[in-house]
């Protein structure tokens, strides 16, 4: 029975990553597209000193894992998914179930990633 309930979500979800894995990139500049982020998103940095070229680790990473999916479809259609992917594959640290979605969306796998291999490297105490 627990089957038949998840299986609409799983059909579901995988649609939504279609969908997000086929929308183009856009000709937005860098300032208009961090203007149109959620005002929470980037609290303690100072947004007109950002460029979305020069600090996309960090702005992927925020929206990855504080932002809305309205500021997914943003870096998604700036970037497009080959480069936030390349990004992800590079940061030390992110939130597990970002990555979880990131690997889901991009058919990849989490051992290519520096921040599944850089977790295991320091177990908490409570773990080893």
């Not at 480069?83 to 690997?103: G, N, Q, S, Y």
């Not at 520096?114 to 773990?127: A, D, E, I, L, V």
Request: hydrophobic share 35%; net charge neutral; aromatic share 12%.
């Amino acid at each position: 029975m627990a089957k038949t309930k998840s299986l609409p979500f799983l059909l579901l979800f995988q649609k939504l990553c279609i969908i997000l894995q086929n929308q183009n990139n856009t000709n937005m500049s860098s300032k208009e597209c961090l203007n149109k982020f959620s005002d929470n998103l980037f609290w303690d940095a100072d947004i007109s000193q950002m460029s979305m070229d020069e600090h996309s680790s960090y702005i992927i990473q925020r929206v990855l894992e504080y932002g809305q999916m309205n500021d997914w479809r943003l870096i998604n259609k700036y970037y497009g998914l080959e480069k936030i992917v390349d990004e992800c594959k590079k940061m030390r640290t992110l939130d597990p179930v970002c990555l979880a979605f990131v690997c889901t969306i991009s058919h990849t796998q989490k051992e290519e990633y520096r921040c599944y291999h850089f977790k295991q490297s320091f177990p908490t105490h409570w773990n080893s």
